[in-house]
């Protein structure tokens, strides 16, 4: 996908392997199945958390975790991030002392897949949060995802993953994956940060829930606007109407839904003209 900065690669090495078992009849099929490996995160000299994830870009996975737990501040000088791939561990080295003791104490599990962590208090820093005002057309929305739910990833080749993705108009720029879905936005950050990316014009494009863990992360990283395939949690609208934060939903075929920030979209597409999805049988509305 060469107009990507960063693309899933689902022949990558190590990322997926062959496991065989039997089909529902009873016959021998192997199916390729995503790895899940643990990566310890140390900042300085102090061992901060233990994530699982598929492995691939360890760096920028360690830089956006400790940028969006709030222990990298915006002034923070880092001078180098060391990854040992045998010992499994990540260390992210700055000019200055840290020591984040109290903070560790307080943890919350979020309900994220492969369970997420977010240390001291969630809405810690989302008072001083001001989103950009940046307008977002419907016909980018469209094209970006169709584009993206067309882009060869390890999800279509072994499922059991999440996918989020850094867009600009309607470009996606760089897709990351993980196991879980606060993990795949944390190697986005890291990439935003080291690559001194500005977040004021982008959108962030999710597979999973909009949930409040990815509402406060994209908030945090001044990104204004989130959309998703998927649906909403009640706590994950509050808090994006709280900080102004644009949040589009079960975005699939000419359908979405808009449940906070509906003043920067520029509704200059017809949903007849786009492409629909067939909707799943079920109750009404299901997500």
């Not at 959309?227 to 934060?245: D, P």
């Not at 007849?272 to 299901?286: F, H, T």
């Amino acid at each position: 996908m060469s107009d990507y900065l960063i693309a899933p690669d689902p022949a990558g090495a190590g990322l997926t392997r062959a496991v065989v078992g039997t089909d529902h009849h009873g016959q021998p099929v192997t199916l390729n199945v995503v790895e899940e490996r643990p990566l310890t995160i140390f900042l300085n000299g102090q061992e901060i958390v233990t994530a699982m994830t598929i492995g691939d870009y360890p760096a920028y996975l360690a830089l956006g975790f400790l940028r969006n737990q709030r222990m990298l501040l915006a002034d923070e000088v880092i001078k180098g991030v060391d990854y040992d791939a045998e010992l499994e561990t990540v260390v992210v080295r700055t000019t200055g002392t840290t020591s984040y003791e109290d903070k560790l104490k307080k943890k919350t599990r979020t309900s994220g897949c492969a369970v997420g962590t977010v240390f001291g208090d969630m809405m810690d820093g989302l008072d001083d949060v001001v989103l950009p005002d940046m307008q977002v057309r419907t016909t980018d929305l469209y094209a970006l995802a169709a584009r993206i739910n067309r882009t060869p990833s390890l999800y279509l080749e072994a499922g059991a993953i999440h996918g989020t993705v850094l867009c600009q108009g309607s470009r996606p720029l760089v897709y990351m994956e993980d196991v879980g879905r606060h993990n795949a936005v944390d190697k986005i950050a890291g990439w935003m940060l080291s690559e001194d990316v500005s977040a004021a014009d982008k959108v962030l494009y999710t597979t999973g829930r909009l949930t409040s863990e990815m509402v406060i992360k994209t908030a945090l990283m001044g990104i204004p606007v989130l959309a998703s395939r998927s649906g909403f949690t009640a706590w994950g609208v509050e808090i994006a109407q709280q900080v102004g934060l644009t949040l589009i939903g079960r975005m699939k075929g000419q359908r979405f839904v808009c449940l906070s920030g509906e003043n920067r979209l520029i509704r200059d597409a017809d949903p007849a003209q786009v492409a629909d999805e067939p909707r799943k049988s079920g109750r009404k509305g299901a997500a």
